[in-house]
C-alpha cells in the first residue's frame, strides 16, 4: 500500500510541476496537467494517505 501511495503521489507531483511549468511558458496543456495533478492529489492521494495515517494511528494506540 505504501508503494501505491508514493506512485500516486509522484505522479501527481509531477503533472503538477509540469502544469506550473507550462503555465509559466504559456504552452497548450498547462490548465489539463493542473487539473490532472490536482484532481489526482484530492480523488486518491490524500484519502489514501489519510487512512494509512489513521490505521497506524489506531494500532499504536492499542
Same mark, same amino acid.
Given at each position: 500500500m505504501k508503494s501505491i501511495t508514493f506512485v500516486i503521489g509522484s505522479i501527481s507531483a509531477i503533472a503538477i510541476v509540469l502544469g =506550473?511549468? +507550462?503555465s509559466i511558458l504559456h504552452w497548450k496543456g498547462a490548465s489539463m496537467l493542473l487539473l490532472v495533478g490536482l484532481g489526482t492529489t484530492a480523488i486518491f +492521494? =490524500?484519502?489514501i494517505l489519510t487512512l494509512q495515517m489513521y490505521k497506524k494511528y489506531k494500532l499504536a494506540k492499542v
Open positions: =506550473i511549468l +507550462f +492521494f =490524500i484519502p
